[in-house]
């Protein structure tokens, strides 16, 4: 089977998850106890009929699904329901950038650390190294995005100054620095240590012995044999890792004042504003569509027994 | 048969450091939650004028220091601990009872009935969980009930799936082969003979469970959507002391560090409890 049917078989496969999403998202707003505009104080009948017809909300719910689908395809998310100056498409489209910038960076930055150090620990098994590193592993695990969070603002912010606390401005890396890092760091520490586990057990593997054997030098052996298998359950994780980049980012932008998707979700959130929180929860779903999909992609490229038939 | 597993597990975590450790301060914080509260001379929402945002030590009666408020912030700590501990449990046996029934009856049926429940799991497995619990909050209102339901409502997938594997392995034994010529029906053979089998696995996940509700509970908190003012929980506790670290930091250390160590200690308790009672899977 060629890689084009494999990449087109996905992408299909991608879009009942979606209509799900979308479906239970709309469902489950709808269903709610109260409307939209249960204020404290209660709107004048005639304010509220008004209000419902302008927003739609007076149709039937079938209607009411029909026009959001046809929207959505055009790109349209529909009114906020508390922003009134803005459309949850034009919230999403001023958050999106930023949501994107710290997330993609933090999975390469983690790319980058976590699984060279994942390599060093298993190489040095036993040794200072490995527990040290492992020591870390563990801590980054278990301390969670919303305690380290405003401590790493509390000490290079506040104490040593190196760095804004918080804020955004267009072009200023330095603000970045610290969301990026704080959104890295669990993942940093889950990567390096799967990829100790899983070079590890390849190490002992058959092949690899059988490469030794053979007099290769053992740089190669680790680069060209072991590593690249070694990799495949670090390609896997992406997935899962992208979820908890995405749900941290809520955390970080909040914390340290990024205008981005995250923090809106949370004012939503906050404000039970359906369309916005609903808009928000459908990017993000899709956001992770994609990027399951492109290590699906990656994993399929490692590893051909994938590629050449079979589901995965 | 099983008790010998039993004891070998028991000997087996005794004899492992880690956690032991886990699970004598878990006691610890556990006793403190319960009874803590009371031997402490405040009231977790008990304000005392003469004494606003003192550091720990350094004032008479508040151990912890205070918050800006002047609540006495080991009552509050001892609390939040309190309603985090209750909620997770809660919300693990809700997807405990769910995914092992689930699990247990899909794993026993097999053919299209276990393709079908399956697939309704696959199906929530790939919504982005932490999301629709959020949506779940806006939908039912904030509130210790709505955060139990909603993350009740994921949590109990992954318990299904293991369930299910080990009840496809366990159906094929000879006992429960012996069951069904003894006229056993499908209800009494998955209660009495697939359950019961079950259960070293399902503890060692239930364990693992407790703290990633945790925190969960505590992320929804801290974002201001979980358990609202003024009752405290961890999470809502750190978002308070993350807004004054400036000039209060004991107030972010302190809940802070009973949420590490908490989830610290669950999980050295569920890696223990996993060798003890898991050996295939000792790495």
């Keep these: 089977m060629s890689s084009l049917a494999f990449v087109t078989r996905r992408l299909l496969g991608a879009i009942p998850t979606l209509v799900i999403i979308v479906t239970l998202s709309f469902l489950l707003t709808r269903l709610a106890p109260g409307g939209p505009f249960d204020e404290e104080q209660a709107l004048p009948p005639e304010i509220r009929a008004n209000l419902e017809a302008a927003y739609g909300l007076d149709q039937p719910m079938a209607v009411q699904f029909g026009r959001y689908v046809m929207g959505l395809l055009r790109g349209d998310f529909g009114p906020s329901f508390k922003f009134r100056d803005f459309t949850v498409s034009e919230l999403i489209a001023s958050g999106l950038p930023v949501s994107l910038t710290i997330g993609i960076a933090a999975l390469l930055l983690a790319i980058a650390l976590g699984v060279p150090a994942g390599v060093w620990a298993a190489l040095a098994r036993g040794r200072w190294p490995d527990r040290l590193l492992m020591s870390f592993a563990v801590a980054g695990i278990s301390v969670p995005v919303f305690v380290v969070a405003p401590f790493l603002a509390l000490a290079f912010g506040i104490w040593l100054r190196w760095l804004p606390v918080a804020g955004w401005a267009p072009g200023r890396s330095s603000d970045l620095v610290l969301p990026v890092v704080t959104l890295a760091l669990p993942v940093i520490a889950y990567l390096a240590r799967l990829t100790r586990g899983s070079l590890l057990e390849v190490l002992r593997a058959p092949w690899v012995r059988a490469a030794r054997a053979r007099g290769l030098p053992g740089r190669t052996v680790l680069l060209r044999h072991a590593l690249p298998a070694a990799l495949l359950p670090v390609v896997s994780y992406l997935g899962p890792a992208t979820a908890a980049v995405l749900a941290g980012s809520l955390v970080v932008e909040t914390i340290f004042g990024l205008p981005g998707m995250g923090r809106h979700l949370v004012q939503g959130a906050l404000n039970r504003d359906y369309t916005l929180v609903m808009g928000m929860v459908i990017v993000y779903a899709a956001l992770m569509i994609v990027l399951n999909l492109l290590a699906d992609l990656v994993y399929a490229w490692l590893d051909p027994r994938i590629r050449r038939g079979g589901r995965s | ?283």
């Design chain 2, 1 to 283: 048969m099983s008790s010998g597993l039993w004891n070998d597990a028991f000997r087996q975590l005794r004899g492992d450091r880690a956690a032991m450790t886990g699970l004598v301060v878990l006691s610890w914080l556990v006793i403190a939650a319960a009874a803590g509260p009371l031997l402490v001379d405040y009231r977790e929402d008990q304000i005392d004028w003469a004494n606003m945002a003192v550091p720990p030590f350094t004032a008479e009666g508040h151990w912890l220091g205070t918050d800006r408020l002047g609540r006495d912030l080991l009552v509050r700590t001892l609390h939040g601990l309190r309603v985090s501990l209750v909620i997770a449990l809660a919300a693990t046996l809700v997807s405990l009872v769910i995914g092992v029934a689930w699990g247990a009856i899909a794993g026993y049926l097999r053919g299209r009935a276990d393709a079908l429940m399956m697939r309704f799991v696959d199906v929530l497995y790939a919504l982005p969980q932490v999301f629709f619990v959020i949506i779940l909050t806006v939908v039912f209102g904030r509130g210790p009930l709505t955060l139990l339901i909603a993350i009740g409502a994921f949590g109990w997938l992954t318990m299904a799936r293991i369930v299910r594997g080990q009840a496809l392995a366990l159906r094929e034994r000879e006992f429960v082969e012996a069951a069904v010529v003894g006229g056993a029906g499908t209800l009494r053979i998955v209660l009495r003979h697939i359950v019961p089998n079950l259960l070293g696995p399902v503890i060692v996940y239930a364990t693992l469970t407790v703290p990633q509700v945790i925190l969960v509970e505590s992320f929804l908190s801290f974002l201001g959507i979980g358990i609202q003012e003024p009752l405290a929980s961890l999470g809502n506790l750190i978002a308070d002391g993350a807004a004054e670290m400036e000039t209060a930091p004991w107030m972010l250390a302190v809940p802070a560090g009973c949420l590490v160590l908490l989830v610290f200690c669950f999980n050295f308790l569920g890696d223990g409890l996993r060798d003890a009672l898991d050996p295939r899977d000792r790495r």
